[in-house]
């Protein structure tokens, strides 16, 4: 009797463990297949032409849904393509910079899009949808919530010239069981009309 109790105990404990493991790379690969995305979207927003794609400041005519400019193209993977809506500060007209509206830190991942903007402007939320990252359908596929806020903040100065700060927020969202796990970060880097 005492060896069955501790036999079950023993079994108890490893299923907990096994489980509890299970959980843990699940969320780790979905993070890193997120991860891959994510990245991939900032790599061709840094390919993108400077003066004209940089925003675009024109609707592109192959967008069937016409998305407003200022906005930047970018291939989420190889069947959806997405034109995001990004807020833009261009230089001033004397060539001196206009204060930057894109966030010093990184909101909340409960923060909706009203006011995070360094000057208290709103973020445009650029809701990607669901992306599947597999191709398992019904109850057991497993897919990832994608929305991204985009700044483009010119900053002249006199030591540096046409460089412009790139200020990415993404978020994305993904059933971890019953719970909604919700994750939020940013990205920062500049881009010069010279880089190559």
């Not at 790379?25 to 297949?33: D, F, G, N, Q």
Request: neutral net charge; charged residues 20%.
């Amino acid at each position: 009797m005492v060896s069955l109790t501790l036999m079950a105990t023993v079994m108890l404990g490893f299923i907990g463990t096994f489980i509890q493991s299970r959980r843990a790379t699940e969320a780790s690969v979905l993070h890193a297949a997120c991860t891959s995305v994510i990245y991939g979207v900032i790599e061709q927003i840094k390919q993108l032409e400077y003066s004209e794609l940089l925003p675009s400041q024109v609707v592109d005519p192959t967008d069937s849904g016409s998305t407003a400019a200022p906005n930047v193209r970018v291939r989420i993977n190889q069947n959806i393509v997405k034109w995001l809506r990004v807020r833009y500060t261009p230089a001033l007209a004397d060539g001196t910079a206009d204060t930057p509206k894109a966030p010093i830190t990184t909101p909340l991942a409960t923060a909706s899009a009203t006011g995070v903007g360094a000057d208290g402007s709103d973020a445009i939320d650029n809701w990607i949808g669901a992306i599947p990252l597999s191709t398992v359908t019904g109850s057991m596929s497993q897919q990832i919530n994608l929305n991204f806020w985009i700044w483009i903040d010119e900053i002249p100065d006199a030591r540096v010239s046409e460089v412009k700060r790139i200020t990415v927020v993404y978020t994305y969202s993904y059933q971890d069981g019953s719970a909604t796990r919700i994750v939020r970060d940013r990205e920062v880097f500049l881009r010069s009309r010279f880089d190559k």
